[in-house]
């Protein structure tokens, strides 16, 4: 079954600092994975595609690792602002047939001052 | 920037109703998308559209939806009969292509009573 995982549910930190957020996923033949920023009552916005020959993708603050052989994903916030304080969702996507991608649950970052 | 749009915000409606969600996707993109979060729970694919017809749709999605895009800007997803787990924020998205990011609206959030 085509499932995506991601820890920690729920994450809060200081201002300032570093955090990582991990994916794992079982969706198979994989395409892509996709990190997206949803801020409270707001849509996702997409952060960052990774695909199977990608290791590592940077968006600013923002760093998304994919290891797809052990089917894992990471994104890591660096220098974290207060605005960063949102749901992470993982999406991940399969090659050929069904387009329907599978969202993961999305950890929760709340970051204090 | 260019967004996608959905009105009402908010929909309050009593059970057995019918509720019709809008959204007006981004003008050159020709994917649409229903997606649906129920509160503190991951988003969930309803129905993707192209070219005029239904491309894929969800278990999630039976009888008592429907999809139209009924001019050229509109997207609209029908709800015939609402049930109290329809509640839920539903939201819109459109992209350039089947692989493309997914541009999100900021959602309805549908309160059924």
């Known amino acids: 079954k085509n499932q995506v995982e991601q820890s920690p549910q729920s994450l809060i930190i200081l201002e300032g600092k570093n955090c990582t957020l991990q994916c794992n996923y079982t969706v198979s033949p994989f395409s892509n994975l996709r990190w997206y920023k949803q801020d409270t009552g707001r849509g996702p916005v997409s952060l960052t595609i990774?695909?199977?020959?990608?290791n590592t993708k940077s968006n600013g603050r923002y760093t998304a690792t994919l290891d797809a052989d052990t089917k894992q994903s990471s994104l890591h916030i660096t220098a974290s602002q207060l605005s960063d304080s949102a749901s992470y969702i993982c999406?991940?996507?399969?090659?050929?047939?069904?387009?329907?991608?599978?969202f993961g649950r999305g950890t929760s970052l709340i970051v204090h001052p | 920037e260019p967004e996608v749009t959905q009105t009402p915000s908010h929909q309050v409606t009593q059970m057995g109703q019918e509720v019709i969600l809008r959204c007006v996707p981004i003008?050159?993109?020709?994917?649409f998308y229903w997606y649906r979060q129920i509160l503190g729970q991951k988003v969930e694919f309803l129905v993707s559209f192209y070219n005029n017809e239904i491309s894929e749709k969800s278990e999630i999605f039976d009888d008592q939806f429907s999809v139209e895009r009924p001019d050229g800007s509109n997207f609209t997803l029908k709800i015939r009969s609402t049930k109290l787990e329809d509640s839920a924020m539903y939201f819109c998205a459109s992209s350039t292509d089947s692989l493309s990011p997914l541009h999100f609206g900021n959602g309805t959030r549908l309160t059924v009573t």
């Open positions: 990774m695909t199977f020959s990608e």
């Open positions: 003008s050159n993109h020709l994917y």
């Open positions: 999406v991940v996507n399969r090659a050929g047939g069904s387009y329907i991608p599978t």
